[in-house]
């Protein structure tokens, strides 16, 4: 719970704005605890303990907008600040579609969303040390792992206020408990750089160090020995966390900023086909203990599962108040982004989908940016398995592959049944028709 | 362009915690024993003004105060931070950090001398914080105006100011009082040209550690921002890159990111006392080719990366990395300089007050050589041409890669086809041994750079370069 005197603290904060001239403001108050530590080679390395708490507020005089955020909570700080943005929004420029939404969640009437386990905080540093010397040891073990980057363990927890001058206040706790390694296999030019991170809102979700230390270790032991291949057009299966990235650019480029300021190649696709038919994606803010779960959105706007494609049918936009006014629509409650964005799982297993390929890359790591929103344009260095008659041949390694993703999007031969819901964004192992993989 | 640093000129709230007062907490710091404590108390006063689609759509301000205490023994650092410098929290944060030290009572008593910078690498005429905001929102404009005019098919246009101000005081159980100020500034346009089907974004970007006159004559908002309209329209009538591997001319423009990922992230010193750089085995040997010296410079006069002390109190010292080709030198924060056996650089930069310093670049940059660019370019009978970036990223591994926004197709020795959409890949000990040819001139890209989840400025720097093969990635 946010303590009585930050909430008073936003309250005053919201009432010097009004007094001042403010036609509308939002203020929120965010109070969080981090640990961390981190073990090399089986000593602790980093350990941080430590709390943090800032507040942000925006002002909106005749539709002129000034925002601002402080961690110096003391209240001549506060109050100067709310002067000058009264200051600065008068110098801005009046913008009709600016302002606070106009309806607001009902914190009474939101559904369990179980995103805090009040266990997190009482994890003694003795556990959360033995839990990532644990995921160490067992790697360091192995004779194929060659080096340790560190193993970590984090907790987080806290509470964020959200309060506006239209009468909303309302808060929500939230906590994420994290264990992971990243590791080192092989030699000279051929070295592996790969690991594995697990994270869950509660304490009995997370992975055993066991499980994330023999997934990491798989990981890395599987691409030593890597070869360039040479330059080709082949079909290419995406695992899950590859799909993840590539959904991850899907939601950029139908996020509501991008698309009124018409910086993605899917502004004024609404309602069109843009993917196979098989292709369907929901963002659900109310999944219980999802990594994105919400009960509200970053200005208090109700969450609610949405349709995003529907058989291939581009369903709606991720908006928030000011892009849905831009674009003449309603907001869907994304002003802070995705939450649960995930791709509907299909019939077949990854296996299936491996064995019945001819020849072509199964990828599974990317390097570097290398993604245009508005050209859907993808072009990043790539690490993988080659395949050649359903048999993984060899590693794949300095290499780049490159596509579009709005044609890809079009080419997704297979989607497999492997999704969890680890991350905000997810989705299972698909297969895409052709890239183009660059080598020698 | 010098002037003493003064505690005199700091926020108030940090004049208040005098010597006594931080020396109680480095005493409460190590009253269980430990090696060494440190205190990094910042004060960070951030501007912005953003527009877009022709409206000053916002300004920002954000402020952020807080202390880091961090506690070193053996080789475990224990670390704790808090928003309020009252005595009382940081007393507790003292003691959060010092409970890795199980031992059980220390004798540590404080001796702090006051050392503070004597000369100044920033700017410090008419910082950002202390310019109107409508001399900024000036700026911002005629970036606008000057975008939109270069061509008609400019149709957005989205231009941001920022500016900071930066006040930290870092005390240490070694006896070190000191602190710096820094200034931060840039401006960014960017652009998107449309023509029929086609429609491309242009960036362009300018600033560093200077005051708002630096965009008077130096680099103007005019200057970013036909910069990031020309991109935009070459792009228009850009080709896909050819895919495979091919002879590679990097431009001076921005291709400093390639020494940042190739030379620059493997010689931080951490990844060498962690044994997990490629490079570590190579020390004092021959790395890349004789053309090749490769310097990180925390003192150049205004530059973005510029630092007059690191985030640990240690004087910013210029380091040689690479010497004719020759591996000759790290990049420390206190840590690795100690597991090494070296002095430290004043290399050991923080994001924050809630972070713990780590080994990272300022300015750096490949010498020039000998070679003309054109010449250069003419020796290349088919190729590509890299001419600006979206960026770069390495692994520990050496693998690296960095993604171009503009690329040209050399054809007998010119520049025919702009090309899009590609992305270098190659691994260092390779590539730098295949840089055949030296420019004379040089230019700088300027950075915000990733490590361990903190950002810190930097800028990167080449001349025009030749590599004999690389692989490409395209259609």
Known sequence: MIADKFKTLVEKTLALGKKLGADEMEAAISDRHEFSVEILNGEIDKLVDAGGRSLSFEIIIDKKTASASTSDLSWDTIESMVRSAIERASLASSDPFAGLPDTFANPEKIPDLDIYDNSIAGISAETKIDAATQVESICLANPDIGNSHGSSYFTIHGDSLLANSKGFIAQYPVSLVGNGIYLQAGEGTGLVDEGWYDRARHLEDLWSPERIAQKAMKRATRLVGGKKIKTQRVPVIFEPSMTATLLGYLARCISGDAIYQKRSFLAGMLGDAIAVKNFTIQDNPHIKRGPGSRP????????????????????????????????????????????????????????????????????????????????????????????????????????????????????????????????????????????????? | MSKIIKLSNFPESLQELGIEELQRILDAALASGGDFADIYVEYRYAQSVYLEEGLIKETTEHRRLGAGIRVIHGDTSGFAYTNNLDTKSLLDAARTASAIVRMQAGNYSANLSSSFPKTTYYDFKKPGFLAPLKDKMI??????????????????????????????????????????ARPQMRLSASTIAVDGEQRHSGHGSGGGRIGITHFEKKHTPEMIAREAAEEAITLINAIDAKAGMQPIVLSSKHSGVMIHEAVGHPLEGDSHWKKTAVLAPYWQKMVASPLVTIIDDPGMQGYRGSINIDDEGCPARRVTLIDKGRFTGHLHDRISAKKLNAAPNGHGRRDGYHSLPVPRMTNTFLKPGEADEESIIKSVKNGFYAHSYQGGMVQNSGKFTFSINLGWLIEDGRLTSPVKNATLIGHNLDILKQIEMVGQDIDWFLGTCGKEGQSIAVTAGTPTLKITGMTVGGQ
């Not at chain 1, 892009?323 to 509907?344: C, I, M, P």
């Not at chain 1, 072509?360 to 290398?370: N, R, V």
């Not at chain 2, 100011?161 to 070694?174: F, G, K, P, V």
């Open chain 2, 139 to 180: 700026l911002v404009r005629r970036a606008e105006a000057a975008a939109h005019e270069y061509d008609t098919r400019i149709e957005k246009v989205q231009v941001s100011l920022a500016d900071s101000m930066q006040w930290t005081l870092i005390a240490n159980s070694e006896g070190i009082f000191t602190g710096d």
């Open chain 1, 296 to 440: 509200w959105d970053g200005e208090g706007s109700p969450t609610r599962p949405i349709p995003i494609v529907k058989n291939g049918y581009l369903m709606n936009y991720l908006l928030d108040t000011y892009a849905a006014r831009k674009l003449d629509l309603t907001t869907t409650g994304h002003a802070s982004g995705v939450s649960n964005f995930y791709l509907e799982p299909g019939e077949r297993t990854p296996e299936e989908i491996i064995g019945s390929m001819k020849k072509g890359l199964l990828l599974t790591g990317m390097l570097g940016q290398g993604f245009n929103p508005i050209t859907g344009d993808i072009s990043r260095g790539a690490f993988g398995l080659w395949i050649e008659d359903g048999q993984i041949i060899h590693p794949v390694s300095e290499v780049t592959i490159s596509g579009n993703l709005g044609e890809m999007l079009n080419n997704i031969q297979y989607i497999a049944n492997d999704s969890e819901m680890r991350q905000s964004i997810s989705g299972p192992t698909i297969q895409i028709a052709e890239m183009t993989i660059s080598g020698t």
